[in-house]
């Protein structure tokens, strides 16, 4: 699967090097605005964002921080204008990967970007309690009793699970997962991706506690087993 990066830019120049830069490898969308930037993180998923200090609408720190909590694991690399040993600080402090400063060079750039991409997923396979998924080979099974056996999966039902899983700790919206699994612009009413989740969470058992039901939002894959799955 591409991997998608938000850049949130408003410079032209920087849109261009960045594009010219990642395109070859990874889709790239751009954001001149923060509030642009709130409408694409809303509509779609984004496996790393690119982020501005100095933007026309807010400063990207505020941003950062207003917009961390629904980002979930998603790495977040400032690329600014703004060079100073208290910006990179405040960075890191506030929970940023990454501080590049423009102007940067653009293999620089794509060396910073894939190192962040591969860390994030450098084990394709990731176990919660008894729940093994495999990232690569989009294969799910369930350990137990010194056994493991496969889980029987719908395609609908398999996307679902592994885009929760690669953004665990971020809530999805029921529109999110309509476009990661069914595709985007194909219309699905929103009562199919409850009943894709409540199928789902039967045939996973005891891990169902990990998809957690976010009312009013969507879902959210949590390593938190505290609640009972909704």
Known sequence: MTARILLVDDAPEIQFLVRRTLDNRFLVESAGTLEEARKALAKGLFDLVLLDVVLPDGNGFEFFEEMRPSLGETPVLFLTGVN???????????????????????????????????????????????????????????????????????????????????NRGRVLSRNQLIDEAWGAGVHVEERTVDKHVSSLRKKIGDASSYVKTVPGFGYMFSTERDEEAN
Request: net charge positive.
């Open 84 to 166: 100073d040993m208290d910006n990179k600080v405040n960075a890191f402090r506030r929970g940023a990967d990454d501080y590049l400063v423009k102007p940067v060079d653009p293999r620089e750039l794509q060396a910073r970007v894939e190192a962040r991409l591969a860390k994030r997923g450098r084990s394709p396979e990731i176990t919660f309690g008894e729940l093994k998924v495999n990232l690569d080979r989009y294969e799910v099974s369930l350990t137990g009793n010194g056994s493991e056996r496969p889980v029987d999966l719908t395609p609908h039902e398999l996307k679902i699970l592994i885009r929760l899983v690669q």
